[in-house]
């Protein structure tokens, strides 16, 4: 599975999850009945459209260092003849303008790195953009026209929920670079929940070709409107194979809406409990497994451990990863309901919808002379447990940032590592670490969880 303005891979095998479905629909869905029919253009949408359609090019500059320079002996030797010029690295994809002000939404790995953004229209006009939020796990992310001065055309959102298989959608963006291209094809699976490219997996499946460099870009139904962005395709050459997902328009409308209230972080509905699938060992004693976090949503809302989850607002739930997207897309404030089997009798339960509270994480950047140099750690929350897809009831200190160069980086520390002891001190919070770093030991004795296991770490010596 590759992002389609990246690498190409091979996957052997994915599974597919179908909901049911609301029955109502979005689109007027009519079998052609005779030969003039087939010759219709879908040109009168490609016109209202193309404009809300932008190209985005992004570049960072990057430091070709020759690694004999880290020895002192050699540095003198040669003073900076060893040094290589900066390079620019380059990347292009397509996005989506969702607001008159200026506004577009593409795919986060687009951008990711990024030192300049430039949006291209369809009339090629260039902009600067700034980079207004970045949301890995959906991998979405919004940018902005710089000094804006003019009202630029845009897609409305569809119901994404309405979406049939078999369903007409167009696709559209800037494949390998060549310019605006649209595309066309079928809705061909929905809900697929095993591709295994976000945090939530529940991709839209199309058979309109998708190329690298359509990342970004508009899936549009017969209306004109924003059904999905366009994020990956499957493929063994790099090249479309008739199978490419696209993000549903329900989550590109959450995280559009955190950009538009001025956030720098995407706002989701925090439950407090983690799910998982049922097994038929699991059916045969606790019924879908669950781990409730004191005090959270989940937890007064009175769902339980042995609890069987089986719909939310009366949408059938298969697995976790559709769980985990119809609550993703519920709007802030007011609750949900959930269904749910306890003890083989029906339970519904109400859920407030509310944010994770994020207090006290005091995130700071370690700059001792220590394996931790050029981390940036912070006290777990459960806004960041929730972030980084941890255990919310673990608390402790998180690594949630390293530069590419920093020492913390080179010595194999990876984000998201918990870290529980140096030097034999527990470490409970930021000023711990802080204080233990600024020692200057010579040998270091870590402590770390990495992926819920334990890992002992000497460095130094």
Known sequence: MIPSSRRAATVAAFCAVVLSL?????????????????????????????????????????????????????????????MQPEQMQRS???GVMVDPSG???????????????????SDKREFEAEIVLKDSRTDLAVLRIKDAKEKFPTLDFANSDDLLVGDVVLAMGNPFGVGQTVTHGI??????????????????????????????????????KLVGVNTAIFSRSGGSQGIGFAIPANMVRVVVASAKSGGTAVKRPWLGARLQNVTPEIAETLGLKINVTPNSPAAKSGLKVSDLV?????????????????????????????????????????????????TGRDE??????????????????????????LDSSIEGVVITELAETATAA?????????????????????????????????????????????????LGG
């Open 410 to 458: 080179n010595v194999g520390f990876q984000k998201g590592d918990l870290i529980l002891a140096v030097n034999g001190v527990k470490i409970g919070k930021t000023s711990d670490l802080a204080k233990i770093t600024a020692d200057g030991a010579r040998l270091w004795r870590i402590v770390v969880v990495r992926g819920g296991q334990q890992i002992n770490v000497t």
């Open 187 to 224: 809705i061909s699976a929905l809900a697929r929940t095993q591709v295994g490219i976000t945090d939530y997996q529940f991709f839209i499946q199309t058979d309109a070709a998708i190329n690298p460099g359509n990342s970004g870009g508009a899936l549009v139904d017969m209306n004109g």
């Open 92 to 94: 292009l994809g397509s």
């Open 364 to 389: 700071i950047v370690l700059k001792g002379r220590s394996p931790f140099q050029g981390a940036k750690v912070a006290n777990i929350s459960p806004a960041l447990a929730d972030e980084l897809r």
């Open 22 to 82: 609301s029955p109502a629909v979005a689109q007027n869905r009519q079998v052609p009945s005779s030969a003039a029919e087939l010759r219709l253009s879908y040109a009168p949408i490609v016109q209202r459209v193309q404009p809300a359609v932008v190209n985005v090019y992004a570049a960072k500059t990057v430091q070709n260092r020759n690694p004999l320079l880290d020895d002192p002996v050699f540095r003198r030797f040669f003073g900076g003849q060893g």
């Open 310 to 358: 089986t719909a939310i607002d009366g949408q059938v739930i298969d697995d976790p990863n559709a769980f985990e997207y119809r609550f993703a897309t519920r709007p802030l404030g007011g609750t949900t309901q959930l269904d749910a089997q306890r003890g083989g009798k029906p339970v519904k339960l109400s859920v407030a919808l509310e944010a994770a509270p994020d």
């Open 103 to 121: 506004l577009v939404v593409t795919n986060n790995h687009v951008i990711e790195g990024a030192d300049q953004v430039k949006i291209s229209l």
